[in-house]
């Protein structure tokens, strides 16, 4: 499984309201995977499937790099 695929089924698991933030989404995906992953190649990825699939997830800490999904 690529890293890319790994980060769109994390998220398309997720219900709205849930919070995230960068790293855990790279563990996750590096545990899917079994390879090593940057934390902005997660959030690259993240960028890509909102782009992809149009669903709202919301950056609510840029500092801290903390997400929402909205919807």
Known sequence: MTAKKAVYTILDRMKPEWEFSGHWL?????LMTGKQLYPATAIRHLRSYRRDTGRDIKNIN??????RVVS
């Open 62 to 67: 840029n500092l801290k790099s903390l997400y």
């Open 26 to 30: 790279k563990v996750r995906a590096q």
